[in-house]
T-cell receptor
Framework: DTAVSQTPKYLVTQMGNDKSIKCEQN?????MYWYKQDSKKFLKIMFS???????INETVPNRFSPKSPDKAHLNLHINSLELGDSAVYFC???????????FGPGTRLTVL | TQLLEQSPQFLSIQEGENLTVYCNSS?????LQWYRQEPGEGPVLLVT?????EVKKLKRLTFQFGDARKDSSLHITAAQPGDTGLYLC??????????FGRGTSLIVHP
């Protein structure tokens, strides 16, 4: 049983394109997150939603737009992709705002 | 922004050796988590520590939370190749923003 799933696993695209990454959790958690992990493995939070409401938005360019249609889903849409957007993007969920997080397998985005 | 400093950044050891990884901050954390991440996968939670001075054991792994709740350590006894991975500490304090350290990359050679 997959707890936190992300699609796609790999995404290779050209600069300037628009792409989306989807995330679903079946843990019944209230809080979901998007993280970006760079080539040096630094995991930095981008967004967090609690009960479908945006609660954390960490100085991310507005080309990145999260959407939470319900508590079990948090999607990430990226407009006008740039080379610097290449990274591994992780979705995570937690029971509450300060609880331990459960991570998805990651989406490796490569912008050419 | 609360910062978590991890050391060492890289560790390459032989099977059977012991090691300690440190996670330090100038801020107080209400709780601190340790995760292990293997290549191509997401971080997996190992433990959460909450109380200052708390010690938790997970088989050969021993986790300690500092008395002041500003630092933590992870000690591995008799390391095995299966322990290879990126070890991350993470914490949350007064704000709801979770902070991750930059990780310790451990390689255990057979």
């Amino acid at each position: 049983d997959t707890a936190v799933s992300q699609t796609p696993k790999y995404l290779v695209t050209q600069m300037g394109n628009d792409k989306s990454i989807k995330c679903e959790q079946n843990l019944g958690h209230d809080t979901m997150y998007w993280y970006k992990q760079d080539s040096k493995k630094f995991l930095k939070i981008m967004f967090s939603y609690n009960n479908k409401e945006l609660i954390i938005n960490e100085t991310v360019p507005n080309r990145f737009s999260p959407k939470s249609p319900d508590k079990a889903h948090l999607n990430l849409h990226i407009n006008s992709l740039e080379l610097g957007d290449s990274a591994v993007y992780f979705c995570a969920s937690s029971l509450g705002l300060r609880n331990e997080q459960f991570f998805g397998p990651g989406t490796r985005l490569t912008v050419l | 922004t609360q910062l978590l400093e991890q050391s060492p950044q890289f560790l390459s050891i032989q099977e059977g050796e012991n090691l300690t990884v440190y996670c330090n901050s100038s801020s107080v954390f209400s709780s601190l988590q340790w995760y292990r991440q293997e290549p191509g996968e997401g971080p997996v939670l190992l433990v959460t520590v909450v109380t200052g001075g708390e010690v938790k054991k997970l088989k050969r792994l021993t986790f300690q939370f500092g008395d002041a709740r500003k630092d933590s350590s992870l000690h591995i006894t008799a390391a095995q190749p299966g322990d290879t991975g990126l070890y991350l500490c993470a914490g949350s304090g007064g704000s709801y923003i979770p902070t991750f350290g930059r990780g310790t990359s451990l390689i255990v050679h057979p």
